[in-house]
């Protein structure tokens, strides 16, 4: 780990239980400690302007809500000047969604509700951080969209959504599908999101079943494609 680049990874939580989930125990491993902001709550200043690590966390509401979640403003602002500034960022889900926007894309409510797990697409681009997710399902739980920014680079699609995953330069990278959740953390989803699944009549046990079956090889994906993102920062 280079000596100069911050030790502390930041993160910005719009729903408690999603966290930084599998990629905590890589973070600790590297070196580095861990500290969230919880978006609503916390002031967001001191995460959008820090020269290390930002990851800005999913959660349920959507980027357009902002007369509704007044708070939502700040962040897009705060947000716009940092990736300004080119400093490492990594959004997921809601937090995909968010760098969209603040780099001039429209978000807006999709066809249908994607969530469950499935396998990408990974486009061709040169050195995709992506590509070791080739042939492995990952865990898409989203009803907002988002169109492509004009300077960033498609790394991945699914059968519903062209958009999944993409790329400005090394430091910034959006992420609309769950590349963190951790296999053993995937029940309080299921009971904090219950009524969204029921209202879109997803299969509950099936959902469980497949994170049985999938999340301990998404896992160790996550850890290849996190170490690979944060080597190429520092670098």
Not at 54 to 63: N, Q, W
Not at 188 to 216: F, Q, V
Request: aromatic share 10%.
């Amino acid at each position: 780990m280079d000596s100069n680049f911050p030790k502390t990874i930041y993160a910005i939580q719009h729903l408690a239980f999603e966290d930084l989930g599998s990629f905590e125990d890589v973070f600790y491993d590297l070196g580095y400690r861990v500290r969230y902001f919880e978006a609503g709550v916390d002031d967001l200043s001191k995460a959008l302007s820090y020269e290390g690590l930002t990851i800005i966390l999913g959660g349920p509401i959507g980027v357009y809500e902002t007369a509704d979640y007044p708070f939502l403003k700040d962040e897009i602002k705060l947000l716009k000047q940092r990736l300004a500034k080119n400093l490492p960022t990594i959004g997921i889900c809601l937090g995909a969604q968010l760098i969209a926007h603040a780099l001039g894309a429209k978000v807006y409510a999709g066809h249908q509700k994607e969530i469950g797990w499935s396998t990408l697409d990974i486009r061709y681009a040169k050195n995709n951080i992506l590509a070791p997710l080739a042939e492995t399902p990952v865990l898409h739980w989203h009803g907002d969209t988002f169109d492509l920014p004009d300077e960033a680079v498609l790394l991945a699609s699914s059968k519903i959504y062209s958009n999944q995953a993409f790329q400005v330069g090394k430091n910034i990278l959006a992420l609309q599908f769950h590349l963190e959740v951790a296999s053993d953390s995937l029940e309080k989803w299921l009971i904090g999101h219950t009524c969204e699944l029921r209202k879109a009549n997803i299969d509950i046990s099936a959902l469980r079943a497949d994170n049985a079956k999938y999340a301990m090889q998404l896992e160790s994906a996550a850890e290849v494609i996190i170490k690979d993102f944060l080597k190429n920062t520092i670098a």
